[in-house]
C-alpha cells in the first residue's frame, strides 16, 4: 500500500487537464444528482466514481499521481454535492412565484451558498481533520480508492485488468441508459407496476418500478436503510390509506383506487412529513454536543486560537483570502436578494425594502457560518449520507418564516401582497442559501479528510472545491429548466394536459413548501403532522432498544421517507437495497467456505457493486435529461413512442422481465469467480 506523500514532495496537483477533467465530470454528475434529487429526494456520492475515472484517464499523460486524482474528484465532488439545491428551489415554482429557473439568479445562489460552505469549513480543518478522531467513512474510502488504484498504475500485475474500473461505470451507465430508452422513451416496457386490492372499502396498493438508477441508489443505501423505507411503504399503504378509505366517501364517478390516491397525497404524506420532522429533531438532538463542539473550534479558528504550520500539507487558504472572498460574497447576496424582492415588489421602498433584505442576508450568512461547523461535524461523526441535511433544511424553513413573518408585520400589507406568495418565496430564496452552504459544509470535509490521508496540499483543494461550486452552479440551472419544461414537478406543471403522474416528485422541495405556506397562512395539516411526530417517536424508541442490542437499528428518517414517498419510487429503492443484502451474504459464504478474511475476500467486489450502481444512476439520469430534451423541443410528451395505450399490459410484463434479468447480470457480475 502507498504510503502517505510526505511533505517535501512537489508532485502536480491542481493541474489544468485536471481542472479540464474535473469539470467534465462535474457536468455529467452534477445533472445526474439533480434528476435523482428531483425524483426521489436522494443524492449519490459522487466521490469514488470520480476517482476511478480520473485514474483512468490520466493514467494515459505523462506525470499523473494520486494528489492529481485526488484534486480531480475533489472538484467533481463538490459540485455533485452542490446539487442538493433542488431539495427547496423547486418550492419558487410551486407556490407560482417563478414560471421557470432565471438562470443568473439560481446560479448566484448555488455558487454564493456552495462557496460560503467551502470557506466557513477551512477554519474546521485542522481541529477537526487533522486533530480529532472522528471516522469521516466516505473520506478514508475515497483514500483508500485512490491509494489503491496508483499502487495498480505503479505496481501492474496480469489480475489487473479484472480489478474495478471505469469499464464497471460505462457498463452500468450503457445498461441503465438503454433500458430507460426502451421505458421512458419507446414505451416499450413499462417503468413500473400497480397491483390494487380491496377489502370492503379499505384499499391496498401493491407496487414497484423498474427504475434501474432506484436499484442503483438503494444498493448503496443498504439493506439497513432499506427495510426501514419498506416499514414506511408498508405504513403508508398497509394501514394509513386503507383506513382512510374506510372512512372517507366515494365522489360521483371516483373509482376506489382514485380516491385512495387522493387521500394519501392530501393527508398520508403529511404523515410522513411529521415523521421525518420528528427524526430530524432527535438525531440533532443527538449530536447537539458534537455540534456545539463544531461551532466552538470553528470560532477558535477564526479568532486565531488555533494551531498554524508552515508544512505544504497543512497549509490552508490565506486568512485574507478568506475574508476578502466572504466580504465579496456578502456583498453580492445583498444584491442577489434586493434583484430577487425589487422584481417582485418594485413599490417597496426605504427602510422597509432594506430591512428584509438585511433580516434575509444577515440570517443566511451568519446561521450559515453556525450550520456549516454543525454539519462538518456530523458529517465527520456519521458521514454525509447520513448526516441530516433534509432535518436542517426544515429547521432553516420554518426560523427564516417566523422571521419574515415579524419583519413583513411592520409593513402592513407585505404578509399579504400577492396573496402571501411573496412572503413565501422570500422565506424558500433565504433557505436556499442556508441549504447550499450546509451541504457543501457537509461534504467538504471529506474530501478534506481523504486529501489528509493521501498526502495533498490544502489550499489547492480548498480552490479545487471552489472551481467545483463555480462550475455546479453554471450547470444546475439548464438542467432545472430543462427538467422542468419536459415532466413538470408534483403541483407545478408547465403546460396543459400533462400527465401528473409523470411529474417528478420533488420531495423535500414539496415539504418544505408546504410547510413555509402553512405558517404564513396557517394551514397546516397539522392533525397529520402531529400524528407523524408521534410515530416517529415511536419509531426512535424502538431504534434505541435496536441499537443496544449491537446487532440492529431502525433509520428513522428512512421510515419517514417510505410513508412520504411515492411506493414505485420506494418500493424500487428496497430491491436495490436486498440485491446488496443477497450479495453480501453470498460474499460472507464464499469467504467462510475458503476460510479466508472476509473483509480482503470481498474487497474488490465490494468496489465494483458500487462502479456498477453508480453507473446505473448515471446512465438512466442522463437519459432521463436527454429525452426531457426531446420533449421540450417536440413539444410531445412522447415524442419516441412505438405503441400506443393498448400496449400498457404487454409493457407491464415485459419490463418487469427485463428488470429481473437485468438484476440477476449485475448479481453475477459483482459475484464474479472465485
Not at 438503494?218 to 386503507?242: D, K
Request: net charge neutral; aromatic share 8%.
Amino acid at each position: 500500500m502507498l504510503e502517505r506523500i510526505p511533505d517535501e514532495s512537489n508532485l502536480a496537483e491542481l493541474t489544468l487537464r485536471g481542472l479540464i477533467l474535473g469539470a467534465l465530470i462535474t457536468v455529467v454528475f452534477t445533472a445526474s444528482n439533480v434528476y435523482l434529487g428531483l425524483k426521489v429526494g436522494l443524492t449519490f456520492a459522487s466521490s469514488i466514481p470520480a476517482a476511478v475515472i480520473s485514474m483512468a484517464v490520466l493514467r494515459y499523460f505523462p506525470g499523473s499521481n494520486i494528489l492529481e486524482n485526488n484534486m480531480v474528484q475533489t472538484q467533481a465532488s463538490a459540485a455533485g454535492t452542490l446539487s442538493s439545491i433542488i431539495f427547496i428551489l423547486p418550492g419558487l415554482l410551486m407556490i407560482g412565484y417563478w414560471a421557470g429557473f432565471p438562470f443568473w439568479q439560481t446560479a448566484a445562489i448555488c455558487a454564493i451558498g456552495g462557496i460560503l460552505g467551502v470557506l466557513y469549513t477551512i477554519p474546521l480543518r485542522r481541529v477537526m481533520v487533522v486533530q480529532s478522531s472522528l471516522p469521516y467513512p466516505e473520506g478514508v474510502a475515497a483514500a483508500e480508492i485512490l491509494r489503491v488504484g496508483s499502487q495498480e498504475e505503479e505496481h501492474p500485475t496480469a489480475d489487473d485488468a479484472g480489478k474495478p474500473g471505469l469499464r464497471d461505470i460505462l457498463a452500468g451507465g450503457l445498461v441503465a441508459a438503454l433500458f430507460s430508452l426502451f421505458s421512458s422513451g419507446f414505451k416499450l416496457l413499462a417503468e413500473g407496476f400497480s397491483f390494487w386490492l380491496t377489502a370492503g372499502q379499505a384499499a391496498f396498493r401493491l407496487s414497484t418500478g423498474f427504475s434501474l438508477a432506484l436499484v442503483g441508489a438503494g444498493y448503496l443505501m443498504g439493506i439497513t436503510a432499506g427495510i426501514a423505507i419498506l416499514i414506511g411503504v408498508l405504513i403508508s399503504w398497509g394501514v394509513a390509506v386503507p383506513l382512510l378509505t374506510v372512512n372517507a366517501t366515494l365522489a360521483a364517478g371516483q373509482s376506489l383506487p382514485e380516491l385512495a390516491s387522493k387521500l394519501w397525497s392530501s393527508q398520508v404524506r403529511f404523515l410522513g412529513a411529521g415523521t421525518i420532522g420528528g427524526a430530524a429533531l432527535w438525531t440533532l438532538a443527538t449530536l447537539f454536543k458534537p455540534m456545539v463542539q463544531g461551532v466552538w473550534a470553528s470560532l477558535g479558528a477564526v479568532t486565531g486560537r488555533a494551531e498554524s504550520s508552515d508544512l505544504r500539507t497543512e497549509r490552508d487558504m490565506p486568512a485574507g483570502w478568506i475574508l476578502a472572498i466572504a466580504l465579496f460574497l456578502l456583498v453580492a447576496l445583498f444584491v442577489v436578494f434586493a434583484y430577487f424582492l425589487g422584481q417582485a415588489a418594485p413599490d417597496l421602498r426605504g427602510a422597509g425594502f432594506w430591512g428584509l433584505v438585511g433580516v434575509c442576508v444577515v440570517f443566511a450568512f451568519f446561521f450559515g457560518f453556525l450550520i456549516a461547523a454543525a454539519c462538518g461535524y456530523m458529517a465527520g461523526l456519521v458521514g454525509s449520507s447520513s448526516s441530516p441535511i433534509s432535518g436542517i433544511g426544515i429547521i432553516a424553513v420554518i426560523l427564516v418564516s417566523l422571521l419574515i413573518l415579524g419583519a413583513g408585520s411592520l409593513d402592513g400589507d407585505f404578509l399579504s401582497r400577492d396573496g402571501g406568495k411573496l412572503a413565501i418565496a422570500l422565506a424558500l430564496f433565504t433557505t436556499s442559501v442556508v441549504l447550499a452552504i450546509a451541504a457543501i459544509s457537509n461534504d467538504n470535509l471529506q474530501d478534506l479528510k481523504a486529501g489528509y490521508l493521501v498526502g495533498a496540499t490544502p489550499w489547492r483543494q480548498q480552490v479545487a472545491l471552489i472551481v467545483g461550486c463555480l462550475v455546479g452552479a453554471l450547470v444546475i440551472p439548464p438542467v432545472l429548466e430543462l427538467l422542468f419544461k419536459a415532466y413538470g414537478f408534483t403541483g407545478a406543471l408547465p403546460r396543459e394536459g400533462m400527465d401528473p403522474a409523470q411529474a417528478l416528485a420533488a420531495p423535500q422541495a414539496t415539504l418544505m413548501t408546504a410547510i413555509a405556506s402553512g405558517i404564513f397562512h396557517n394551514a397546516l395539516n397539522w392533525n397529520m403532522i402531529l400524528i407523524g411526530v408521534a410515530l416517529g417517536i415511536a419509531l426512535i424508541l424502538v431504534d434505541v432498544l435496536l441499537r443496544r442490542t449491537g446487532k440492529a437499528s431502525l433509520p428513522v428518517l428512512a421510515v419517514g421517507l417510505g410513508i412520504y414517498l411515492p411506493p414505485t419510487i420506494g418500493m424500487t429503492l428496497v430491491v436495490g437495497a436486498v440485491l446488496a443484502w443477497l450479495l453480501e451474504s453470498a460474499l460472507k459464504r464464499r469467504a467462510q467456505a475458503a476460510g479466508v478474511d472476509e473483509e480482503k475476500f470481498a474487497d474488490v467486489s465490494r468496489r465494483r457493486g458500487v462502479l456498477l450502481a453508480s453507473g446505473l444512476i448515471v446512465g438512466e439520469s442522463l437519459m432521463g435529461i436527454l429525452l426531457a430534451a426531446l420533449i421540450g423541443t417536440s413539444g410531445k410528451d412522447a415524442p419516441l413512442a412505438l405503441v400506443g395505450g393498448g400496449f400498457e399490459e404487454t409493457a407491464q410484463w415485459l419490463g418487469l422481465l427485463v428488470f429481473l434479468v437485468i438484476c440477476a447480470l449485475f448479481y453475477r457480475k459483482v459475484l464474479g469467480k472465485r
